[in-house]
Structure formats: structure tokens, C-alpha cells
């Protein structure tokens, strides 16, 4: 019902930033959620943030707190996260998904690397 398309990946120093992008296709007007996750190498993909659509309430998991943004537009069906002060440990496959009201299924994207290296 929906198609997330992440853009924005690659590779940065230590310290630096990064803007990721994700835009979505499809049913947009029923998104109740979206967030980012990621994929460090050797681990499960994991939460970073999420965002209420309809209201914008963030919610942050405490690795990425006062670094990481995340945003959202409603009315271009983009959400981005602004990733500042990034460490080496941030390298991962970063993933877009979203979830529709009254659709359990999960809707991911097909991930966009970020290698963090001096």
C-alpha cells in the first residue's frame, strides 16, 4: 500500500553530519507512523526514532538523543533525519518504515548505508 524510497546515505568523519530522506508513495494519507531504524553490522536492525504523522510527536532511542532529527512533511510525503555529531558506531544501514492506520503490516524501504570513518 505504500513505497519508501531512503535517500542520503554515505560516508562522513567523525563529528560530522548527515541528511537522510525518505519519501513515500502510495497510500500516504494513511499513515498513522513512521520511523527510522538501523542495521549495525552484526546486529538486528534496531529502533532510532519514530514520529506520530498526523501530530509530529518524536520519540528517540537514547543512542542517538540530541544528535539525531527526525522531521517530517506532510504535504510532500517526505521524512528526514538530520544525524549530527556522528560516531564511528552509527555505521549501519539506515531504514525507513512506515505503518498505515488499520494495516498491521510493517512497509520498509530498501535502506541506505551511512559509514562513519575518519
Known amino acids: 500500500q505504500v513505497q519508501l524510497v531512503e535517500s542520503g546515505g554515505g560516508l562522513v568523519q567523525p563529528g560530522g553530519s548527515l541528511r537522510l530522506s525518505c519519501a513515500a508513495h502510495?497510500?500516504?494519507?494513511?499513515?498513522?507512523?513512521m520511523a527510522w531504524y538501523r542495521q549495525i553490522p552484526g546486529k538486528v536492525r534496531q529502533l532510532a526514532a519514530r514520529?506520530?504523522?498526523?501530530?509530529?510527536?518524536?520519540y528517540y532511542v537514547d543512542s542517538v538523543k540530541g544528535r539525531f532529527t527526525i522531521s517530517r512533511d506532510v504535504a510532500k510525503n517526505t521524512f528526514d533525519l538530520q544525524m549530527n555529531s556522528l560516531e564511528p558506531d552509527d555505521t549501519a544501514v539506515y531504514f525507513c518504515?512506515?505503518?498505515?492506520?488499520?494495516?498491521?503490516?510493517?512497509?520498509w524501504g530498501q535502506g541506505t548505508q551511512v559509514t562513519v570513518s575518519a
Open positions: 518504515t512506515a505503518n498505515l492506520r488499520g494495516d498491521p503490516i510493517t512497509y
Open positions: 514520529i506520530d504523522w498526523s501530530y509530529g510527536y518524536t
Open positions: 502510495g497510500s500516504t494519507n494513511s499513515i498513522s507512523t
